[in-house]
C-alpha cells in the first residue's frame, strides 16, 4: 500500500534522506561520460547515504554504519561501525548510497541493488520491506547508477536515463505519478553523459552541457525559474556548458567549462554556497568559485565540493546542524560560502595526497584521497564515519578495514608494540614482550606475531602496553574488549591477577568504541559514549570516587556529558567530551589534570583554559611524571603536566597545571601522540615533529640524547593521515603513507619489531606484518 507507506515521508523525512550523485570525479576530471571497460586501475570512489556509506576499491564495494533496512548489502540489519564488504556483489564499476538503499553497477554494466524496497526502489519488480544483500536488475545495462530517496535512475549504455521506485512527486520522470518497481524510461532524454538524483528529484546531463531536471521542485530545485511544484517529466535548466551535475534535498549544482561552480534551488542555511539566504529557482554563482571546480556533492543543507587553483582542497558550505559536516572543526557553524576542509590539501612536495572525489549524506560526508584512503567526518551515531566508533566528527577521520594500505591501526606501549593491519579487519599482530600470542609473557619477539584467542571478527582498534587491550568484532560489530599480559593489579579486567599469555575477554563490557591502556590500568568507551576503567587506582585514575583497586570495569563518574576519547597515562586519565571540553581523573601532583592544581583527584575535573578540543593524547608511567596534551579544532596542540624534558613544547622545562601551547608546529597539527617525557604531532603538511626527551632517540631526527624542548622533524617519515602513538616509555611509531608501519626509539624489549633490541633514532619498518 504505497499510499500510506508516502505518509511517513513528511516534510522533515525528506530532509533526512540521502542524495546527490557520486561518481568517480578524480581530482582534474571535467566530465564523466559512460564507463569504458572497468580495470585493476578503477579508481576509488565513496558514497554517503542516511547514516551508512559505501566505496568502491579496488573493484570492490565496502559500506558502513545505519543498517535498519538491510542497506550494507552484507545479509543482516545490524549496524557496523566498520567498513564491510558486500561479499556477493561482482566487481563494481560504480556505487551510490540513497536514503537507506544503495545500487551498484559490475563490470559488466549490470545493475544491483539493496536496502529498503517498499516503493520498488531495489528495482526487480517487488516492493519487499528490505533486501539485505544484493539483487540484480534483469536487462537493464547501465554505465551509471545514482539513488535517490525512494527512487532510482540509471545511465543506460544507449545514453538514456530509467528509473523506479518512489514516483510521488515524478521524480521517475516517465509522465507519470505512479510508482514502478522496474525501470521506466525517462521521457525525451538521449545522449546523456551523467545523472544524479536527488531526495526527490533528478538531473541529467547532456553530451552537449545542457541541463535537465525532473521530480520535486520545492525551492526552484529543477533550475527553470520557478520556486515550487512538480514536473514529471524533464524540464531544461537555465544553463549551458555544464560538464558535472550534483542534486542535493532541495537544490542542484553544475560544473561549467573552466570550473565555474553555480547551484540552484532551496537557501534557507546557505546550501547554495551562494553568500546569501535566498531561494534560487535559477543557477546563481557559488561565491567565489567561477574556475578551478571539479567535482560538487549535495547533502541535507549543505555541499561540498573540490576545488584547485594551485592544488586540490575540499571545501564545504550550508548548515554543520550541530554534527560538524562542513568539516571545519566546528560542530555547529553555518556559512553560506564555502569554507575549506580541515587537513585535506595536496602535499607541497607534490605527492599524490589530496581530494580526488567527494560524497555528501544526510549528515556527514566522505572524501576518497587520492591515496586511496577514505576519510569521513559529520554526524557518527550509527557508525556513519567507518572509524570503528558512533562519535560525531568536525574534522575527517580515517575509516578502518578496507583500504589499500597494509596497516591501519598502530600503537606504541611501554615493552610491547601493536598493529591491525590486512583487509577485513582480521589480523591484529604485536611485537616487544607480552606480545599474546601464547609464549610467556618475558618472550621478546623482535617482529611482529598474530596475538592467539582473538573472536573470529578480528579487531577495529588496540592500544599496547605491558601487553595490551583490543577491540573485538563479530559481524563487524563490538562484542566488547580483549587484553593480555601483566595483569597484577586486575589491568585486563577479567576478576583475575593472572597474567594472560593470549587474549581474554574483559567482563561486564558488551560492545564498545575504544580501548586505552597505560602500565597498570586501563580504559574502554563504551558505544554511548560512557566511560568504563579497571585496574589500578592508586591515584584515583579508575574516575569512580575511590582508590581502590578494581579487577573488572567501573564506570567513570562526574562526566557532564558524553566522551569521544579516552586516553590513559600512568597514573591519570582523560576523556574528550562531545561538546570539546577535556576532563581529567588521577595524578595531578605535577599539574597534569590541567585544572590549576597540583592535587589528585578520583573523580574527573575539567581542564581549564583549553580551546575545543578534537584530539587528546597523554601518558606516563608508574614511577615517571605524567603529562597530557590536547589538539584543537583550528589545529593547535596545547599541552600540561611534567615538563622536565620540555615535552609541552613551549620552550621551556617547567611544569605547567594549566594547558601551554606549544610552538613551532607551522601549519598545524592533525594529530598528536603523547608518552609523557616525549610529544608528536603530525602537521598539515603532511610531516610529523616530535619534542622532549630524546635519551634513546624517540624524537626520531636521527640524534640520541639531550632533549629538546619545542618540535623537531622526524627524519624520512611522511605520515598516512593521523597516524602517530606512543603510549608510554620511549617508543613512537606510525604508518606511512605507503600504509607500512614503522617505529623509533627504545628497543630494549624488542618493541620497534625491526628485528634487533637496539635503540634506534630514525623511523624503521616493523617487521612480519
Not at 576518497?368 to 567526518?377: G, I, K, N, P, R
Not at 592467539?452 to 588496540?462: E, K, T
Not at 574527573?604 to 589538539?631: D, E, F, R
Request: hydrophobic share 35%; net charge negative; with cysteine.
Amino acid at each position: 500500500m504505497p499510499g500510506i507507506l508516502r505518509t511517513r515521508r513528511s516534510v522533515l523525512s525528506r530532509l533526512a534522506a540521502a542524495a546527490a550523485v557520486l561518481t568517480t570525479a578524480l581530482a582534474g576530471a571535467a566530465a564523466l561520460g559512460p564507463s569504458g571497460p572497468a580495470s585493476a586501475a578503477t579508481p576509488t570512489m565513496v558514497t554517503a547515504g542516511d547514516g551508512f556509506s559505501c566505496s568502491l576499491i579496488s573493484q570492490e564495494v565496502w559500506c558502513w554504519g545505519r543498517n535498519t533496512t538491510g542497506q550494507l548489502g552484507v545479509g543482516n540489519d545490524t549496524d557496523s561501525l566498520v567498513p564491510e564488504r558486500v561479499g556477493t556483489l561482482p566487481i563494481a564499476i560504480d556505487v551510490s548510497a540513497g536514503h537507506d538503499h544503495a545500487c551498484a553497477v559490475d563490470a559488466a554494466s549490470n545493475v544491483w541493488c539493496w536496502g529498503n524496497n517498499a516503493f520498488g526502489e531495489v528495482g526487480n519488480g517487488t516492493t519487499s520491506v528490505q533486501v539485505e544483500t544484493p539483487v540484480e536488475i534483469p536487462g537493464l545495462q547501465a554505465s551509471q547508477v545514482s539513488a535517490g530517496d525512494g527512487s532510482t535512475c540509471a545511465l543506460t549504455l544507449a545514453g538514456t536515463v530509467e528509473c523506479w521506485g518512489d514516483n510521488n512527486y515524478g521524480e521517475l520522470g516517465d509522465g507519470s505519478t505512479a510508482d514502478a518497481s522496474t525501470p521506466q524510461p525517462v521521457t525525451g532524454l538521449t545522449g546523456i553523459s551523467q545523472i544524479a538524483a536527488g531526495y526527490f528529484h533528478a538531473c541529467a546531463l547532456g553530451l552537449s552541457g545542457s541541463v535537465w531536471c525532473w521530480g520535486d521542485n520545492s525551492g526552484g530545485a529543477l533550475g527553470y525559474g520557478r520556486k515550487s511544484g512538480t514536473s514529471d517529466v524533464p524540464v531544461s535548466v537555465r544553463i549551458s556548458g555544464a560538464i558535472f551535475i550534483a542534486a542535493g534535498s532541495a537544490d542542484s549544482c553544475a560544473i561549467l567549462t573552466g570550473g565555474d561552480l553555480k547551484c540552484w534551488g532551496g537557501n534557507s542555511v546557505g546550501q547554495l554556497g551562494t553568500g546569501d539566504l535566498a531561494n534560487h529557482p535559477a543557477p546563481v554563482q557559488v561565491s567565489g568559485v567561477t574556475s578551478g571546480a571539479q567535482q560538487v556533492t549535495l547533502g541535507q543543507a549543505f555541499g561540498c565540493a573540490i576545488i584547485s587553483t594551485s592544488v586540490p582542497t575540499a571545501f564545504c558550505w550550508g548548515d554543520a546542524a550541530g554534527y560538524g559536516k562542513l568539516g571545519t572543526g566546528s560542530f555547529g557553524q553555518q556559512s553560506p560560502v564555502p569554507v575549506p576542509v580541515f587537513g585535506l590539501t595536496t602535499s607541497p612536495t607534490g605527492l599524490a595526497t589530496g581530494p580526488a572525489q567527494l560524497a555528501a549524506g544526510t549528515n556527514h560526508a566522505c572524501v576518497a584521497m587520492q591515496t586511496t584512503e577514505v576519510e569521513c567526518w559529520g554526524e557518527g551515531t550509527f557508525g556513519d564515519l567507518g572509524d570503528g566508533s558512533t562519535a560525531s566528527r568536525a574534522i575527517p577521520a580515517v575509516t578502518i578495514g578496507m583500504n589499500n594500505q597494509n596497516v591501519y591501526s598502530i600503537s606504541a606501549g611501554t615493552s610491547t608494540g601493536c598493529a591491525i593491519s590486512g583487509l577485513g579487519l582480521l589480523d591484529l599482530s604485536c611485537w616487544g614482550v607480552d606480545a599474546g600470542d601464547g609464549s610467556p609473557v618475558s618472550t621478546v619477539h623482535t617482529s611482529a606475531v598474530p596475538v592467539a584467542g582473538l573472536p573470529s571478527g578480528g579487531a577495529s582498534q588496540v592500544s599496547a602496553a605491558f601487553g595490551g587491550c583490543a577491540v573485538v568484532l563479530l559481524g563487524g560489530l563490538s562484542t566488547g574488549a580483549d587484553c593480555w599480559g601483566d595483569n597484577s593489579k586486575g589491568e585486563l579486567g577479567n576478576n583475575t591477577t593472572t597474567d594472560a599469555t593470549s587474549a581474554v575477554k574483559v567482563k561486564k563490557l558488551s560492545a564498545v568504541q575504544a580501548v586505552t591502556t597505560s602500565d597498570l590500568h586501563a580504559c574502554a568507551l563504551a558505544h554511548q559514549g560512557e566511560v568504563f576503567c579497571w585496574g589500578s587506582n592508586s591515584n584515583g585514575q579508575l574516575g569512580d570516587g575511590t582508590t581502590t583497586d578494581r579487577h573488572t570495569p567501573v564506570a567513570v563518574t562526574g562526566l557532564p556529558a558524553k566522551a569521544t576519547q579516552i586516553e590513559a597515562g600512568g597514573r591519570h586519565t582523560c576523556a574528550l567530551l562531545t561538546d570539546g571540553s577535556v576532563w581529567c581523573w588521577g595524578k595531578g601532583g605535577n599539574g597534569e589534570l590541567g585544572n590549576g592544581s597540583t592535587s589528585d583527584s578520583s573523580v574527573p575535573v575539567q581542564v581549564t583554559g583549553l580551546p575545543p578540543a578534537v584530539q587528546i593524547a597523554i601518558g606516563g608511567t608508574q614511577i615517571s611524571g605524567n603529562s597530557s596534551c590536547a589538539l584543537t579544532i583550528a589545529g593547535g596542540v596545547f599541552c600540561w603536566g611534567w615538563n622536565a624534558s620540555g615535552q609541552l613544547g613551549n620552550g621551556t622545562t617547567t611544569d605547567s597545571d594549566i594547558p601551554v601551547a606549544v610552538i613551532g608546529l607551522g601549519s598545524g597539527a592533525l594529530a598528536i601522540a603523547d608518552d609523557g617525557s616525549t610529544a608528536c604531532a603530525v602537521t598539515t603538511a603532511e610531516t610529523a615533529s616530535c619534542w622532549g626527551d630524546n635519551s634513546v632517540g624517540e624524537l626520531g631526527d636521527g640524534a640520541i640524547g639531550g632533549s629538546v624542548t619545542t618540535p623537531v622533524a622526524v627524519s624520512g617519515f611522511t605520515p598516512l593521515g593521523g597516524a602517530i602513538d606512543s603510549e608510554n616509555a620511549g617508543s613512537v611509531c606510525g604508518i606511512t603513507m605507503s600504509g607500512a608501519a614503522v617505529c623509533w626509539g627504545w628497543n630494549g624489549d624488542g618493541q620497534l619489531g625491526d628485528g634487533s633490541t637496539t635503540n634506534n633514532p630514525v623511523p624503521t619498518p616493523v617487521l612480519g606484518l
